[in-house]
């Protein structure tokens, strides 16, 4: 088992930025990819980014590109999303999620994931 815990949402203005966490503990984070994904008022859950077990990899929606960052520190068993610029659409829960490594599939598909966190929300006024 992998349990994730977001952090860092909040309320922001338009043109600001925020940092998540997501600490994990259980299982060797290392073996795990991670993604993010968010939801919306009234919206299926989406894609926001994805990052390999060993950074070497990282994946965007199109809508964030250029404006959000994700990455991670193994040694400290947490994946940030740093998201810039942000809009009003942004606004939503986001969530954390662990893909064991060994996984095959697409990292934009929610059912890749194996563990979930239970979601921190962000609110972009305008």
């Known amino acids: 088992q992998v349990q994730l815990v977001e952090s860092g949402g909040g309320l922001v203005q338009a043109g600001g930025s925020l940092r998540l966490s997501c600490a994990a503990s259980?299982?060797?984070?290392?073996?795990?990819?991670m993604g993010w994904f968010r939801q919306a008022p009234g919206l299926e859950q989406v894609f926001v980014a994805a990052?390999?077990?060993?950074?070497?990899?990282?994946y965007y929606a199109d809508s964030v590109k250029g404006r959000f960052t994700i990455s991670r520190d193994n040694a400290k068993n947490t994946v940030y999303l740093q998201m810039n610029s942000l809009k009003p659409e942004d606004t939503a829960v986001y969530y954390c999620?662990?893909?064991?490594?060994?996984?095959?599939?697409?990292?934009?598909?929610?059912?890749?994931?194996?563990?979930w966190g239970q979601g921190t929300q962000v609110t972009v006024s305008s």
């Open positions: 999620a662990a893909a064991w490594r060994y996984n095959g599939g697409n990292y934009y598909y929610r059912g890749y994931y194996d563990y």
């Open positions: 259980g299982r060797t984070f290392s073996e795990y990819h």
């Open positions: 990052i390999t077990w060993s950074s070497g990899s990282t």
